[in-house]
């Protein structure tokens, strides 16, 4: 009968041990599937947008597809661009695509994937306004910028300007539909989207300033790094990207 007993109790401790080491198996596995969390700006057509409360647009495709060629499992959350790159060093995010610029001071507490579009800088008017054909006939007169942007950056760099900064683009372009500013110095294809959607503006393409949008992630992320710049290689060159671009910017 002891036999019996011990021999019930070795068989009972195998399974045990098998059943944890299944367990231990299955956190392995999920720890290699933990989300991704990506952050966006949806005030930023039509690179990111809400389409029926849903996220959408260019950025929001283009990651998608980085994902899935790069097994990436990812969650998307959007706020304002001035709060992403704050989110990302407090490891609320862990990376963003929001039509980012790469720039010398944004390299230095980021990594960039290579770069997914080339930008420029223009400017929206009043339809009604003639005199801004350059960035020069800007001074003197009240600008506004969204926070954090390349625009921004270079009025507040330019002397003889007012800037006034704005949280969204669609903020900044109702100041200037009611004429409280005189021109919005923003990304090019935002611009010609709200110049779509609003007959009393118009984009003023002038002084190009070119700039490379990229992927952000923090300085450690090198894994990641990789495995996104390997998705990115891959859309660039299947065909996918063409078919995006078609998608978003017709």
């Not at 002397?159 to 704005?166: A, L, P, R, Y």
């Not at 683009?169 to 100041?175: E, F, I, K, T, Y």
């Not at 859309?235 to 995006?244: D, V």
């Amino acid at each position: 009968m002891k036999k019996i007993i011990i021999f019930i109790m070795i068989i009972s401790s195998m399974i045990i041990v098998s059943c944890n080491s299944s367990k231990t198996s299955d956190a392995s596995s999920s720890n290699t599937d933990k989300p991704i969390y990506v952050g966006i700006d949806v005030d930023f057509p039509p690179f990111g947008y809400l389409d029926n409360g849903k996220i959408a647009g260019f950025d929001y495709d283009i990651m998608n597809e980085v994902a899935k060629l790069s097994g990436l499992n990812v969650e998307f959350t959007h706020m304002q661009f001035n709060g992403l790159l704050p989110a990302l060093q407090a490891k609320k995010i862990d990376v963003i695509i929001a039509s980012m610029t790469v720039t010398e001071d944004r390299k230095q507490f980021v990594n960039f994937s290579e770069p997914y579009y080339v930008s420029s800088q223009v400017m929206l008017v009043h339809k009604d306004d003639d005199s801004i054909k350059t960035f020069d006939d800007l001074n003197g007169k009240n600008i506004g910028v969204v926070i954090g942007t390349t625009g921004d950056t270079i009025m507040t760099e330019k002397e003889g300007v007012n800037v006034e900064k704005f949280d969204t683009g669609a903020s900044a372009v109702l100041a200037l539909k009611s004429k409280k500013i005189a021109a919005v110095v923003f990304d090019k294809e935002p611009c010609k989207s709200f110049e779509k959607y609003n007959d009393d503006i118009k984009l003023v393409e002038s002084d190009v300033v070119q700039e490379n949008y990229a992927i952000a992630m923090r300085k450690d992320e090198t894994a990641l790094l990789e495995k996104i710049n390997a998705g990115l290689s891959q859309i660039m060159t299947n065909g996918t990207y063409e078919k995006l671009i078609e998608k978003n910017f017709k």
